[in-house]
């Protein structure tokens, strides 16, 4: 299985971001996925899950702003990204939920 993130950069805050995980080597519509992030110094920690079934689930940090999605045609997951805080500044990761396999990371970066 392979990851590819993308869509990360560089946005003033209040602004907006969407990412992008590009999956390949499985079955990605049978899959639930997530959207991990790891600030500097800080232990990696969820910020949002979609099922195979389209149900998503947020961490309360991100949950209004953020909007998680995917598109199995494409085998492609989304992470929509409003309202951004310097806070979020960190480096994004996919993740297959139930498989150890990750992505390769895409740095976010909030600052005016």
């Known amino acids: 299985a392979q990851l590819v993130e993308s869509g990360g950069g560089l946005v003033q805050p209040g602004g907006s971001l969407r990412l992008s995980c590009a999956a390949s080597g499985f079955t990605f519509s049978g899959y639930g996925m997530g959207w991990y992030r790891q600030a500097p110094g800080k232990q990696r920690e969820l910020v949002a899950i979609?099922?195979?079934?389209?149900?998503?689930n947020y961490a309360d940090s991100v949950k209004g702003r953020y909007t998680v999605s995917r598109d199995n045609a494409k085998n492609t997951m989304y992470l929509q990204m409003n309202s951004l805080k310097p806070e979020d500044t960190a480096v994004y990761y996919c993740k297959i939920l139930s498989l150890a396999y990750w992505g390769q990371g895409t740095q976010v970066t909030v600052s005016s």
């Open positions: 979609i099922s195979a079934g389209g149900t998503t």
